[in-house]
């Protein structure tokens, strides 16, 4: 399970765990201003022209069409769900960047609600894509590009090579309406960390006080900053580029112990400090062999043959030394101490574990 971390030698290991000096971020790193964002859009279409992979007799394949035929004055008869194959509904998605205008041109997803098995060499009929407040935002339209393939044979046996029932459009949609930001307009402009973090939030409106003057920036909490502007999107913009480009140092990170179990990763950040504390940690094999023998009796004798089992019960029991934790060492030394007793990675878990239950380690320790 624990293999991965096996990879790397011990050396590079305790190079890597060392305390690395503090170094200043560009401010645009940290975090964004409040406002301007992607939002979410969605629709919902109809893709034709389907080689005999669509949603074939699906009810609600047949209303789609239905109302995109009465679009043109059409009416299909009665039977028209008996040759649907190459038709399927499909729900599209798009994330439309901040301050995307009218006539731009945004990528979309389409993917199949139904049972179509295939949307390969499929076009999207125009589609509207709405917005959480259900406006119209984008129109979508276009041929899909799929990834993935499908075949199946006439007994039933088929391969599926990725997934084929999802697909992109390129550029495929149109904006039609753009997403108001107000940062403009607003009293005051908020800057928002991506990690909370009091310390940081203070150095950030430090460096923008000592750049822009004093009583600019000040730290709501931890993760905002506001930032008194003047009004005016063009004064606005000016002064946001200027602060998003201000180098501040980042607060040091909380101590914390990543165990992924599925993938045996093991990560600790620099933070992490112990107790004094010692460690021994053994390991204890079983190994049960089983053997079979055949007994042949001699030749023109009474005896018959018979088969005999033997087996073979073994018990190894490794010895490993105690080492000790001085008082508050740092990783370094910690990934040191346990190279030096040649523990694995799961060994070190385990020894993680054990001094966080005894309250000698000094950090959290998180498992995925």
Do not use: W
């Not at 990879?7 to 964004?32: H, M, N, Q, S």
């Amino acid at each position: 399970m624990f293999r991965t971390f096996l990879a790397l030698p011990a050396l590079l290991i305790a190079a890597l765990c060392v305390a690395a000096p503090a170094t200043a971020d560009r401010i645009k790193d940290l975090g964004g201003f409040q406002g301007i964002r992607s939002n979410q859009l969605t629709g919902y279409g109809v893709v034709v022209g389907l080689p005999g992979t669509g949603d074939d007799n699906l009810e609600y394949t047949v209303q789609s069409m239905k109302a995109v035929a009465s679009r043109f004055g059409l009416q299909l008869p009665p039977n028209a769900n008996q040759g649907l194959k190459n038709a399927a509904v499909v729900m599209i998605t798009a994330e439309l960047p901040a301050f995307a205008k009218p006539g731009q041109r945004i990528d979309i997803t389409v993917s199949s609600m139904g049972k179509a098995k295939s949307l390969r060499g499929g076009s999207l009929i125009m589609a509207p894509l709405l917005g959480a407040d259900g406006q119209i935002y984008a129109m979508a339209q276009g041929n899909l590009a799929v990834g993935g393939l499908g075949a199946e044979g006439k007994d039933g046996s088929q391969i599926v090579v990725n997934t084929p029932s999802t697909g992109r459009i390129p550029e495929g949609a149109t904006v039609e309406r753009a997403v108001a930001t107000g940062f403009a307009d607003a009293p005051n402009l908020t800057f928002n960390l991506q990690r909370a973090d009091f310390t940081t939030a203070q150095n950030v409106a430090a460096a923008i006080n000592q750049k822009l003057g004093f009583g600019v920036a000040q730290a709501v909490d931890a993760v905002s900053v506001a930032v008194r502007a003047p009004m005016g999107a063009d004064v606005r913009a000016t002064l946001m580029s200027t602060i998003e480009n201000l180098d501040v140092v980042s607060a040091e990170p909380p101590a914390k112990v990543i165990v992924n179990a599925r993938s045996g990763t093991v990560v600790i950040n620099s933070a992490v400090r112990v107790g004094p504390a010692a460690v021994t940690h053994g390991k204890l094999t079983v190994r049960i062999d089983e053997n079979q023998r055949i007994s042949q009796p001699a030749p023109f004798s009474q005896g018959q043959t018979a088969m005999e089992r033997k087996s073979g019960v073994a018990v190894d029991e490794e010895q490993r030394p105690m080492f000790l934790l001085a008082p508050g060492p740092k990783l370094a030394d910690i990934v040191k101490a346990v190279n030096a007793i040649g523990a694995s990675p799961a060994d070190l878990v385990a020894i993680l574990e054990a001094l966080k239950e005894a309250g000698a380690l000094k950090a959290e320790l998180i498992v995925l």
